[in-house]
């Protein structure tokens, strides 16, 4: 059965950082396209940073330079660094992982920025 479980939120303050990771089934890392998104409430899910089909990052622009997205490939791992934390970044992020037809989300974990 094919997992994408997601680890590492939880509460900071603006300015901070965190890291979130989502573990992946060994099948899903090696040939699904893997990104991050996150839905804050009263708000539609939206694209935080994914590897794209050609091998590529996308970012959301509200993110450039502060999220980078990278992948573990001894862990089947694909984690998010998160610097430079700020109020509007506080949501809940899923992983999500794509091949064609086939969209694996994790459960989500809450991001939670406030002093």
């Known amino acids: 059965q094919e997992q994408v479980v997601e680890s590492g939120g939880g509460l900071v303050q603006p300015g901070g950082s965190l890291r979130l990771s989502c573990a992946v089934s060994?099948?899903?890392?090696?040939?699904?396209?893997m990104g991050w998104y996150r839905q804050a409430p009263g708000k539609q899910r939206e694209l935080v940073a994914a590897f794209n089909s050609y091998g590529r990052i996308d970012y959301a622009d509200s993110v450039k330079g502060r999220f980078t997205i990278s992948r573990n490939n001894a862990k089947n791992t694909v984690d998010l660094q998160m610097n430079s934390l700020k109020a509007e970044d506080t949501a809940v992020y899923y992983c999500?992982?794509?091949?064609?037809?086939?969209?694996?989300w994790g459960q989500g974990t809450q991001v939670t920025i406030s002093s």
């Open positions: 060994r099948s899903i890392f090696s040939t699904f396209v």
């Open positions: 999500c992982a794509t091949y064609g037809p086939r969209v694996f």
